[in-house]
T-cell receptor, first 111, second 112 residues
């Protein structure tokens, strides 16, 4: 399987703190995407970073990509209780059309 | 409203009884995909479709069939369901394989 992995599996922080989660993947990629999933619901796309980009920002989200290490990180700044969810990275290889999701990080933000 | 609609949302059935989970999108997307989500394993792609009449296997296609006769619909068929197919299933669509995907709300299947 070419499924990626995320680290940590679970993260618990206080409201206002920053949350960082990491993703490692296995193949050369076209882009890497981050998704959020509220408990039992469908995933929602957060941000996409192309393979030739190293960093991208969207509101309180900051994503980095290191293609030499095949890794990415998602930083959520000034977290809120409403950020409590599972976060997944996903990649599409540059040689195919399959989507590969990581195993996810479960984030709990304590009010 | 742009959406991906899956039906049913919940289903409990028995081993061997054929079932179909429907998926429809109203965004004129070319790429559609089915995933299953199991605890600790994240989402794994079952099948995907690049366009009408074009389908291909994902990571875990065994025991599943799909068809893409129309652009908007991408049903998932379990011809002879087994208990190891008990899972949460998601349909998704996008303008292209590498573009952000729009997900349905999921179908929780329990096969006894």
């Amino acid at each position: 399987s070419q499924q990626g992995e995320e680290d940590p599996q679970a993260l618990s922080i206080q409201e206002g703190e920053n949350a960082t989660m990491n993703c490692s993947y296995k193949t050369s990629i076209n882009n890497l995407q981050w998704y959020r999933q509220n408990s039992g619901r469908g995933l929602v796309h957060l941000i996409l970073i192309r393979s030739n980009e190293r960093e991208k920002h969207s509101g309180r989200l900051r994503v980095t990509l290191d293609t030499s290490k095949k890794s990415s990180s998602l930083l959520i700044t000034a977290s809120r209780a409403a950020d409590t969810a599972s976060y997944f990275c996903a990649t599409v290889s540059n040689t195919g059309n399959q989507f590969y999701f990581g195993t996810g990080t479960s984030l709990t933000v304590i009010p | 409203e742009a959406q991906v609609t899956q039906n049913p949302r919940y289903l409990i059935t028995v081993t061997g009884k054929k079932l179909t989970v429907t998926c429809s999108q109203n965004m004129n997307h070319e790429y559609m995909s089915w995933y299953r989500q199991d605890p600790g394993l994240g989402l794994r792609q079952i099948y995907y479709s690049m366009n009408v009449e074009v389908t291909d296997k994902g990571d875990v296609p065994e025991g599943y069939k799909v068809s893409r006769k129309e652009k908007r619909n991408f049903p998932l068929i379990l011809e002879s369901p087994s208990p190891n197919q008990t899972s949460l299933y998601f349909c998704a669509s996008s303008t292209a394989a590498w573009q952000p995907q729009h997900f349905g709300d999921g179908t929780r299947l329990s096969i006894l």
